[in-house]
């Protein structure tokens, strides 16, 4: 028995997955399958920090996420979809606290750098 030969063309690799622009790693578009170093803040410097909030492109006034217990790993601020869930998979027993992007900013969390993603990723194809 003779087995047909397919061959992913190049579009169909770029049409499926994306690169992490943190490490380089490449994941399927859009599911939130990949979970890179960077996307840990807590182990961001001030001056990382810093950098990340400056270069937030989004609204202040916008309400984003943050969980609601202050230790050293929940540093991150994240994204919200119209219906108030968070555009990445985050899974928490931990209540949710809901603010201002500059609210937050302004505690010193950074975005959640996989919700930008995928929000941007999510914008584009609009």
């Known amino acids: 028995m003779t087995r047909a030969s397919t ?4 579009e169909e690799i ?14 399927v578009q859009i599911t939130d399958s990949h979970s890179c170093k ?4 807590s182990s961001l410097t001030d001056a990382e920090r810093n950098q990340r909030i400056a270069a937030d ?11 609601d217990q202050h230790t050293a790993s929940t540093v991150a601020y994240h994204e919200l979809d119209v219906d108030n869930h968070l555009l990445c998979a985050l899974t ?5 606290a809901y603010c201002t992007r500059e609210e937050a ?7 959640c750098q996989r919700c930008q993603r995928l929000r941007q990723t999510q914008e584009a194809d609009q």
């Open 57 to 67: 492109q989004y609204p202040a006034d916008e309400t984003v996420a943050i969980i």
């Open 14 to 27: 770029e049409n499926t997955f994306e690169r992490c622009p943190d490490c380089g790693t490449y994941a």
């Open 92 to 96: 928490t027993d931990t209540l949710l």
């Open 7 to 10: 061959s992913i063309t190049p």
């Open 38 to 41: 960077p996307d840990l803040t």
């Open 105 to 111: 900013q302004n505690d010193q969390h950074a975005p």
